[in-house]
């Protein structure tokens, strides 16, 4: 009865009256959340946290204590646990430790406002789901966060965060993190614990490198790394097999990163100081949909621009860039093209001013009028004994590219254009080929990179085996049920990709010791040999869409780790 007796005091009118300048909780607020489970005190001027609120779930209403003889429906002893505290747009300084008398709360919200520390009872809130800390002046995250085991978000950005412990790896079921616009200049290792991740957002900071762990971020579908001091991006990246979103704008890049990862749909590269675009960069985006370039120094498209068949939108506004490929009209699915403020040569200015579709019509009407030109790109209806060769390619690029003609076999013409010189890629793609051609075979010693993916192959001659530098290939989008053995030979290989073709058993590829990417997603495989969990160079392994019962389905979706893992497990000892 004294502690009801000292609470009513505590609420004395007097003490209202003297604390004008204090905004308190009305009371039917209060009983209103013992109700509902939910307090919203959002924007009531707050400088600090009223005690009733964290002993909302402690103490008696005060009602009861004045009076017993209330409703049913008021019974506070049958109140719900507060499980949502609303807190935002306030002048709070600091939280206190009796945080800890609210343990049931699973959202909290104290974003905007004026904390610079949090006490580490908040570590105690173990049904904490999500938790708002943005736009206030932390320095510091408590490593007690750290152990909020069911916390999904954190939203941190807009305080003046300089690290973050390594403990933050421990929040294994965060799927939402914001870190943007602090002082981070570098991350915690264990950061790429944080397998649940689907959004990191890490803009606006003073990072010069992303931790090489960022890459075992596998569910990872969109990365903000923009506005930082960033010179590189490392090629583990394309280790993360979900990420479609990568925005890398207002960086120190001077190359565009080499990026295969196999489901990025949008790049944004734009303010950083690229100056060259690299055939091989551009040939890594198979999936791409969204290109950004803007506000670079590129001077030149490489031809392979037009091998990008799933670009909708191209915008390099603001570079050097003087001429422009006609074949880039080719591009089936282009739909906005993006010059401003480049020197264009040849291209009136008024024509950029019309749009894309004027653009590309123009575009298209040159390849027409200018058929004699080695930059002409076939187009459907032209006959292969009629192709051109387009001798830049072969001469500079040491590429030999007859690729999306839908012919049934290569020309002469091609194979006799490359004659002299060192072909290192090729790319036979997107035709009717039903066997390799044989005059591929004149390249054996230079050649590293193959592309016979979308064609009507129903076996791979022994001959592909004769390739010593061999380092790619892809064959996806064929009829193939079977490789030759001889395939184990060549030690040079490190990404074989089959995916969408007829194999039911495993290809013997398993000794090949410097494969890094293999891709036998939807097949017909019946089963998933053990030894290949033995392949220690293996990092990036795509098996879904196969009838195989083992290792089940939530273990391939977990990606190679978890399922190499499995398959040592397998391994009869």
């Known amino acids: 009865m004294s502690r009801f007796k000292r609470a009513g005091q505590g609420d004395s009118l007097a003490g209202f009256k003297t604390e004008k300048t204090e905004p308190t909780v009305p009371s039917g607020l209060l009983k209103a959340a013992g109700k509902s489970g939910q307090l919203n005190l959002s924007g009531r001027g707050l400088k600090e946290v009223p005690q009733?609120?964290?002993?909302?779930?402690?103490?008696?209403?005060?009602?009861?204590?004045?009076?017993?003889?209330?409703?049913?429906?008021?019974?506070?002893?049958?109140?719900?646990?507060?499980?949502?505290?609303?807190?935002?747009?306030?002048?709070?300084?600091?939280?206190?430790?009796?945080?800890?008398?609210?343990?049931?709360?699973?959202?909290?919200?104290?974003?905007?406002?004026?904390?610079?520390?949090l006490p580490s009872a908040l570590g105690e809130l173990q049904e904490l789901y999500e938790l708002r800390l943005s736009h206030n002046q932390l320095s510091a995250l408590p490593v007690e966060v750290c152990s909020l085991k069911k916390l999904s978000s954190i939203t941190l950005q807009q305080n003046r965060l300089e690290s973050l412990p390594e403990e933050l790896g421990q929040l294994e079921n965060l799927t939402q993190l914001d870190l943007s616009n602090n002082l981070l200049k570098d991350l915690p290792s264990s950061l790429g614990r944080l397998t649940s991740l689907l959004k990191l957002n890490l803009s606006h900071n003073k990072l010069s490198a992303l931790p090489d762990s960022v890459a075992q971020l596998r569910n990872l579908k969109l990365l903000d790394c923009s506005n930082n001091q960033l010179t590189d991006i490392s090629a583990s990246l394309s280790e993360m097999l979900a990420l479609e979103q990568l925005y890398l704008r207002h960086n120190k890049l001077r190359v565009l990163p080499k990026l295969p990862a196999p489901a990025l749909k949008e790049l944004y590269v734009g303010n950083n100081h690229i100056e060259k675009l690299e055939a091989e960069q551009l040939s890594c985006l198979k999936a791409i949909s969204l290109l950004e370039l803007r506000d670079n120094k590129i001077q030149t498209l490489p031809e392979q621009i037009t091998t990008l068949s799933t670009l909708t939108r191209l915008d390099l506004t603001n570079n050097d860039i003087s001429t422009l490929p006609a074949s880039i009209s080719l591009l089936p699915d282009l739909k906005v093209l993006l010059l401003e403020g480049n020197p264009l040569r040849g291209i009136r200015r008024d024509l950029l001013t019309k749009g894309t579709n004027e653009l590309l019509k123009y575009l298209r009407g040159r390849i027409k009028e200018e058929p004699d030109k080695a930059e002409e790109q076939q187009t459907a209806m032209t006959l292969p004994s009629q192709a051109r060769v387009n001798v830049h390619n072969i001469k500079t690029l040491k590429l030999l590219d007859y690729s999306a003609k839908q012919a049934a076999d290569v020309p002469d013409e091609l194979f006799d254009a490359a004659a002299e010189s060192s072909v290192t890629s090729v790319n036979f793609s997107k035709n009717q080929l039903t066997s390799i051609p044989p005059r591929l075979a004149e390249f054996v010693s230079s050649v590293s990179d193959i592309n016979l993916g979308f064609n009507r192959l129903t076996?791979?001659?022994?001959?592909?085996?004769?390739?010593?530098?061999?380092?790619?290939?892809?064959?996806?989008?064929?009829?193939?049920?079977?490789?030759?053995?001889?395939?184990?030979?060549?030690?040079?290989?490190?990404?074989?990709?089959?995916?969408?073709?007829?194999?039911?058993?495993?290809?013997?590829?398993?000794?090949?010791?410097?494969?890094?990417?293999?891709?036998?997603?939807?097949?017909?495989?019946?089963?998933?040999?053990?030894e290949l969990g033995l392949c220690s160079s293996l990092r990036c392994l795509s098996l879904e869409g196969n009838p195989f019962r083992s290792p089940r389905a939530a273990i391939v979706a977990r990606g190679t780790d978890a399922v190499m893992e499995y398959l040592r497990s397998r391994i009869p000892t």
């Open 459 to 530: 076996c791979c001659s022994p001959d592909i085996c004769k390739f010593p530098q061999l380092t790619n290939i892809d064959l996806r989008n064929n009829q193939l049920t079977d490789l030759p053995s001889e395939m184990k030979d060549l030690t040079k290989l490190r990404s074989v990709t089959l995916n969408y073709n007829r194999f039911k058993s495993f290809p013997q590829l398993i000794k090949l010791v410097n494969l890094s990417t293999l891709d036998l997603s939807n097949n017909d495989l019946l089963s998933v040999p053990p």
């Open 52 to 117: 009733e609120v964290y002993r909302l779930n402690v103490d008696p209403p005060l009602d009861a204590q004045q009076n017993v003889s209330f409703a049913e429906s008021d019974r506070w002893w049958e109140q719900a646990d507060l499980t949502k505290l609303l807190l935002s747009s306030n002048q709070l300084t600091q939280l206190s430790d009796d945080i800890r008398l609210l343990p049931a709360l699973m959202t909290l919200d104290l974003h905007d406002n004026q904390m610079s520390s």
